[in-house]
């Protein structure tokens, strides 16, 4: 039992929010939502219009720039990306280091830290002009090939070097898919689903990867590092990692053949861990826009590549039963961006252990934006207070009496 009294005398007052469900740490002007009525906007452009209309680089320029780049900044921006995209030999040697069973988020997270090594100019990288672009492009260049190379080496596979007449996605599914005999040909559909999945996640304001990737920052770690701290975060199952787990999690409902009311009542049991993936966001209270698109395009994706998933029947299934019950309806749980993008990855051909490099790859311009203006705006330090709720003074005993 706390006593208020006590403590408001010796720490002053405290803002308690834990898990900060409302606490503002930043001003930003790059990502707007508006959770109650389902609205996000990449610098004020709505994300059904950039879905629809915008490429993964050009939604990254208007991120990290604040404004649509025209064809000549479009043209020198790709150029730089692919210019960056093949890494140092000696990094190549470190994917051989790794276990096959090594999992790829963790590999990610190493490598991008390991990049700056090789790198040292970009340590201290200042957060304008060119040497930022630079950077800026090395890294959206970089976390691709690094996640390709990860998957290679896991399948036990030799590694595909960037082809630079390729598109971003276009390289990114020959780096992963090619063989020496057999070239990987990039569908239009493969490569405009790839592309749609990757601007669905370029950023979301200070979800919990991008809130870590600005706390390491705000010490003035460096940008490898801090992303790095990102991809970390993002791995976890509540944030990112939701991805895999919703397919396996559907996965094992086809598996056991049991109703998925069974699930549901499990889900809804305090005494039981089991929670629906896919399910509940902090700032959605309506429904997230990136969940309706992607639900949509599953569809128009599977029709033009001749596939038929259960997984997706038994995931709309699950959304049906969800708005007809009171336990999700009160708490307002609805279908978040990772419930319907890992069937659309399955669709691309991307195996379950990348899902959540691909949403790493997708965050990148988010991240890198939000370091950027984090140094911009000079922020503090970030150093949360708390509540001490253990002995303030105990004596020391020796070690014969304890
Ligand atoms: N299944 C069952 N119950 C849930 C779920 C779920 N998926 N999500 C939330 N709840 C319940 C909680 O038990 C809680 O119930 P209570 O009021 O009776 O205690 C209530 O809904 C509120 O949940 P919180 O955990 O307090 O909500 P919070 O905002 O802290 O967490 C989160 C949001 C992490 C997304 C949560 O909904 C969740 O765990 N979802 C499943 C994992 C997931 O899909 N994560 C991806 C999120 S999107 C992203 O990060 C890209």
Redesign the pocket.
């Known amino acids: 039992c706390i006593d208020i009294q006590e403590l408001r005398s010796k720490t002053g007052y405290i803002t308690m929010d834990p898990?900060f469900?409302n606490t503002g740490s930043c001003y930003s002007s790059i990502t707007y939502v508006d959770g109650a009525n389902g609205v996000l906007r990449y610098r004020g452009i709505p994300i059904e219009e950039l879905a629809l209309k915008a490429g993964f680089t050009e939604t990254a320029y208007l991120i990290l720039y604040g404004k649509l780049p025209n064809e000549n900044e479009l043209k020198s921006f790709s150029d730089r990306i692919r210019e960056h995209a093949p890494i140092h030999t000696n990094l190549e040697h470190h994917f051989s280091g790794f276990p096959k069973s090594a999992p790829p988020m963790a590999i990610l997270s190493a490598m991008l830290n390991l990049v700056s090594c090789f790198h040292p100019e970009v340590l201290d990288v200042p957060t304008t002009g060119d040497e930022f672009d630079r950077t800026a492009a090395l890294l959206l260049s970089k976390v691709r090939t690094i996640a390709a190379f990860a998957y290679r080496m896991a399948a036990g596979k030799p590694i595909n070097h960037p082809n630079p007449n390729l598109s971003y996605c276009g390289n990114f599914l020959h780096m992963m898919f090619s063989d020496p005999y057999n070239e990987y040909e990039v569908s239009p559909e493969i490569d405009k689903a790839l592309n749609l999945f990757l601007v669905l996640h370029a950023d979301?304001e200070q979800?919990?990867s991008t809130s870590t990737v600005r706390v390491v920052g705000s010490s003035r770690a460096n940008l490898f590092s801090s992303v790095a701290a990102g991809v970390c975060a993002l791995w976890g199952?509540?944030?990112?990692g939701?991805n895999a787990?919703?397919i396996s999690m559907l996965d094992a409902i086809k598996q056991s053949g049991r109703p998925l009311t069974y699930y549901l009542d499990r889900?809804?049991d305090?005494d039981d861990d089991f929670?629906?993936?896919?399910?509940?966001?902090?700032v959605y209270k309506n429904f997230d826009p990136r969940s309706i698109i992607l639900k949509k395009q599953v569809h128009n994706v599977l029709t033009a590549l001749k596939i038929d998933d259960d997984l997706l029947k038994i995931a709309m299934e699950l959304e049906e039963i969800t708005l007809q019950d009171d336990?999700f309806i009160s708490?307002h749980?609805y279908p978040?961006?990772?419930?319907y993008s890992g069937i659309l990855l399955r669709a691309i051909g991307i195996p379950l252990d990348m899902y959540t490099v691909m949403?790493a790859i997708g965050r990148m311009p988010g991240w890198i934006a939000n370091w950027k203006e984090l140094h911009d705006h000079h922020l503090r330090i970030s150093r949360p207070r708390q509540i001490y709720t253990g002995n303030t003074e105990h004596p020391f005993i020796p070690m014969n009496q304890r």
């Open positions: 898990g469900g979301h979800n919990c199952p509540l944030h990112g939701a787990a919703v889900a809804k305090k929670r629906l993936m896919g399910f509940g966001h902090r336990y708490r749980l978040n961006v990772d419930f949403f």
